[in-house]
Nanobody, 125 residues
């Protein structure tokens, strides 16, 4: 499966952005999906994950209550709604896919099989 992330940009603190991750090559409904981010000079960080059907999500504590992951399998697209953005949310955001229907909320990058190219999110103070 090929993944293409989009929707990044520059936003003021307190603002919102919605990222999208479009999949091609295979139907997205066969995959658990995740969002990760990497800030300059920092390690890649888990943001959240959603199971194949969209019925279960799991978030990093740093974004819980502010970010929401959703998916539209009919459109083969994953979303990340980001509200109440903070300067520390500035990073390149990546979507990732893991084949299968496990209920485990995988949060490590190496547990995902496919990655998108990333989209830059910059939050100004």
């Amino acid at each position: 499966v090929q993944l293409q992330a989009s929707g990044g940009g520059l936003v003021q603190a307190g603002g919102s952005l919605r990222l999208a991750c479009a999949a091609s090559g295979r139907t997205l409904s066969s995959y658990r999906m995740g969002w990760f981010r990497q800030a300059p000079g920092k390690e890649r960080e888990f943001v959240g994950t959603i199971n194949w059907s969209g019925s279960s999500t799991y978030y990093a504590d740093s974004v819980k209550g502010r970010f929401t992951i959703s998916r539209d399998n009919a459109k083969n697209t994953l979303y990340l709604q980001m509200n109440s953005l903070k300067p520390e949310d500035t990073a390149v955001y990546y979507c990732a896919a893991r084949l299968g229907y496990s209920s485990t909320a995988y949060s490590a990058g190496h547990e995902y099989d496919y990655w998108g190219q990333g989209t830059q999110v910059t939050v100004s103070s």
